[in-house]
């Protein structure tokens, strides 16, 4: 992989997943989208991980789809390649997904890092939706998850006049879970990550499930989802050990079953 660099030496069951285009500040050309998703694949499907992070560099997260790469195309181009593909791929990731942000998240930058589950970012990151300034619009999600997590008057505030916020607005917004200093950011991802790999993963993967249809559905649909998600823990092992544990008073071991 040329553009994506995956390191599993962090902390156990935890996999370190690198945008790699510093030069061009992690512009998301069409190769690295296709390296990325092939990545989250592979990890999602590796029993031994159990959480991902998703970084880029202090300098940039990721400053948006690659302009240079769709300048001249037009709009029937653009249908064929159908870029966007790509980031319904990476919506698909079953594990938690952990964005440590730092510097520039713009664009497709901030619509993957919305697109993770959650944002820990370093107290230099930039969120923005600059696309309104180069006269196109976001086109990976947005102007719909934006306007779900920070609302419909900030979102058009961002959208439609480019501006950028800082991590400390981002997280008053409620877009981001945490900023903390340049040099901690990608530790704390990675705490918060391995935090969640200790829990049972069949209970981490219908959780996230659940939480996740609360944005693409009504209330009855999600509640009856949910419910039915809770129900099918009880015929995992893992249910069985973890309220043993807590009426043993000792600390439960999962086994992913
Ligand atoms: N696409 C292609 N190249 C990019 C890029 C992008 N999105 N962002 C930065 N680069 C390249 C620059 O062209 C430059 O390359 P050269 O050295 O070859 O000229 C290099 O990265 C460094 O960038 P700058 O010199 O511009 O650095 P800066 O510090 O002066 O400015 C910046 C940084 C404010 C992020 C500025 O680069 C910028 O505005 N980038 C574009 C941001 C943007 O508009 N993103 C939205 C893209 S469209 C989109 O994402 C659609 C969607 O919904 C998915």
């Given amino acids: 992989m040329e553009f994506i660099k995956i390191s599993l030496q962090y902390a156990p069951k935890i996999a370190l997943v690198e945008l790699n285009r510093p030069k061009e500040l992690n512009a998301l050309n069409l190769q690295l989208m296709k390296e990325l998703k092939e990545a989250l694949a592979s990890l999602d499907n590796d029993p031994e991980i159990h959480a991902i992070v998703l970084t880029g560099n202090d300098q940039s997260f990721a400053a948006g789809a690659d302009i240079k790469q769709m300048s001249d195309l037009g709009a ?4 064929k390649i159908d870029q966007f593909s790509t980031w319904d791929q990476i919506r698909k990731v079953q594990k938690p997904l952990i964005a440590a ?3 520039f998240a713009l664009g497709g930058g901030c619509e993957l890092a919305l697109t993770c589950d959650m944002i820990i ?4 990151a930039r969120f923005g ?3 309104i300034k180069i006269g196109v619009m976001p086109g990976a ?18 959208v439609l006049t480019g501006k ?3 991590a400390e607005e981002a997280l008053s917004y409620g877009l981001i879970n945490k900023v903390v200093p340049v040099e901690a950011y990608l530790q704390e991802a990675i705490n918060l ?9 069949i209970a981490v993967r219908l959780a996230k499930e659940s939480i996740n249809r609360a944005y693409e559905t009504h209330m009855d649909e999600g509640l009856h989802f949910e419910r039915k998600n809770f129900y099918l823990l009880f015929a995992s092992e893992d249910q ?6 807590f009426i043993e008073k000792r600390g439960a071991k999962f086994k992913g079953r």
């Fill in 164 to 166: 950028f916020i800082s």
């Fill in 129 to 131: 939706q600059p696309e």
């Fill in 240 to 245: 069985k050990e973890g309220m043993q544990a």
């Fill in 121 to 124: 970012a370093s107290e230099t």
């Fill in 76 to 79: 029937i181009d653009m249908l």
């Fill in 141 to 158: 999600g947005g102007t719909q998850r934006l306007t779900r997590i920070i609302g419909k008057a900030r979102a058009m505030e961002m």
């Fill in 193 to 201: 990550a391995a935090k969640i790999a200790k829990m049972s993963p």
């Fill in 101 to 103: 942000v730092s510097g």
